[in-house]
């Protein structure tokens, strides 16, 4: 009975250590509820900006890793750039924002 108990204890701990693990975030890789709460940045950065009449702009891309939003695309004026980065740093668990926006000439 207790070989028994040792041993399931064993193959448990072989399934669950490793999905524990693989949970965990590091530098270049995000825990799952890093992942989660990157996303909902994303999503609250994206609808700011296509909230704003002066910018509604599907050309702009945001992606968020760690709470760093990052902005690319085209916008018209180095205005709208400005204003982009702006609404993306009011946006809540936004550590920085690194702006790639290009102005169309």
């Known amino acids: ?23 965990a975030g590091g530098k270049t890789t995000e825990s799952t509820g890093e992942y ?7 999503n609250k950065v994206k ?3 296509l909230g704003d009449p002066k910018l509604k702009s ?3 891309s945001v992606e968020t890793f760690k709470g ?4 690319s695309g085209f916008v018209n004026s180095s ?6 980065v702006d609404l993306a ?4 668990g936004v ?3 690194n702006n790639s926006l290009i102005v169309k000439q």
């Not at 205005?79 to 982009?84: F, I, Q, R, S």
């Not at 740093?89 to 809540?92: D, E, K, N, Q």
């Open 95 to 97: 550590k920085q924002v």
């Open 79 to 84: 205005e709208a750039a400005t204003k982009a």
């Open 36 to 42: 989660f709460d990157d996303s909902v940045i994303t």
């Open 1 to 23: 009975m207790q070989i028994l108990k040792i041993t399931t204890f064993v193959l448990m701990s072989l399934f669950v250590i490793p999905s524990l693990v693989s949970c």
């Open 58 to 60: 599907l050309q702009i």
């Open 68 to 71: 760093v939003v990052q902005l």
């Open 89 to 92: 740093r009011r946006v809540r």
């Open 47 to 49: 609808l700011s900006i």
